[in-house]
Nanobody
Framework: QVQLVESGGGLVQPGGSLRLSCAASGFSLDRYSITWFRQAPGKEREGVLC????????YYGDSVKGRFTISRENAKNTVYLQMNNLELDDTAVYYC???????????????????WGQGTQVTVSS
């Protein structure tokens, strides 16, 4: 079965850290870029950070720069999103999505992604 599965979400206090995982099954991630999206209540889904098949990272917007990083471990067919110094506004459902090879200069249309995960909830609250 071809799928992406996110994990690692949870409840964390402001300033805390979480590491999300995006694990692929049924296909090899090494030929895909992975973009992390998030969707906060009442807001549109937004792209956050992407890693290409060649390990190049691209941030979409400035809100997470200096706090979030992305990495991949092809041997485990998994991409990670390390989130540090979490803020209240980071509360959202986080999704990963796969697109062949590259990260777009801007956000690629969500319809163009080949695979999506089901999402994992991140709640930042004191």
């Amino acid at each position: 079965q071809v799928q992406l599965v996110e994990s690692g979400g949870g409840l964390v206090q402001p300033g805390g850290s979480l590491r999300l995982s995006c694990a692929a099954s049924g296909f090899s991630l090494d030929r895909y870029s992975i973009t992390w999206f998030r969707q906060a209540p009442g807001k549109e889904r937004e792209g956050v950070l992407c890693i290409s098949s060649s390990d190049t990272s691209r941030y979409y917007g400035d809100s997470v720069k200096g706090r979030f990083t992305i990495s991949r471990e092809n041997a485990k067919n998994t991409v990670y999103l390390q989130m540090n110094n979490l803020e209240l506004d980071d509360t959202a459902v986080y999704y990963c999505a796969a697109y062949p090879i590259i990260c777009g200069l801007g956000i690629i249309s969500m319809n163009e992604f080949d695979y999506w995960g089901q999402g994992t909830q991140v709640t930042v609250s004191s």
